[in-house]
């Protein structure tokens, strides 16, 4: 291979790496933060006193059937809700819960999803 070529391979290469290296880097920096383990902190939740507001403020915008404790049930009494939200942190879909959120969801979930 000639000089020339082996220099305009190596640039290309360098290039592909960089732009590989950009893709990667600005990938990860849509992810969400790090999973939290969820752990009651001692609220007595109820949907009421304490759920209502965090759906209100970050489910209801995709979900409007949760803005109420029936409408949410469907989701509770399957598992899915401590499934998406608790385990997996996949909701609220392009954000997270704060840890204060995830831990007071806890208790609701622990006591039983009370209304």
């Given at each position: 291979?000639?000089?020339?070529?082996?220099?305009?391979?190596?640039?290309?290469?360098?290039?592909?790496?960089?732009?590989?290296?950009s893709?990667?880097?600005?990938?990860?920096?849509?992810?969400?933060n790090?999973?939290?383990?969820?752990?009651?902190?001692?609220?007595?939740?109820?949907?009421?006193n304490?759920?209502?507001?965090?759906?209100?403020s970050?489910?209801?915008?995709?979900?409007?059937?949760?803005?109420t404790?029936?409408g949410?049930?469907?989701?509770?009494?399957?598992g899915?809700?401590?499934q998406?939200?608790?385990t997996?942190?996949d909701?609220?879909?392009?954000?997270?819960?704060?840890?204060?959120q995830?831990?007071?969801?806890?208790?609701?979930?622990n006591?039983?999803?009370?209304?």
């Open positions: 291979m000639s000089t020339s070529k082996k220099s305009s391979y190596y640039y290309f290469t360098g290039v592909l790496v960089a732009v590989w290296l893709f990667g880097l600005g990938a990860t920096a849509c992810k969400k790090k999973k939290v383990t969820p752990v009651c902190d001692g609220t007595n939740a109820t949907y009421n304490t759920v209502k507001a965090i759906v209100n970050n489910c209801v915008s995709c979900h409007s059937s949760y803005s404790y029936s949410l049930s469907s989701i509770t009494s399957n899915q809700f401590t998406h939200v608790l997996d942190q909701m609220p879909e392009g954000s997270s819960l704060s840890s204060d995830l831990n007071k969801l806890q208790c609701w979930v006591n039983g999803f009370p209304q």
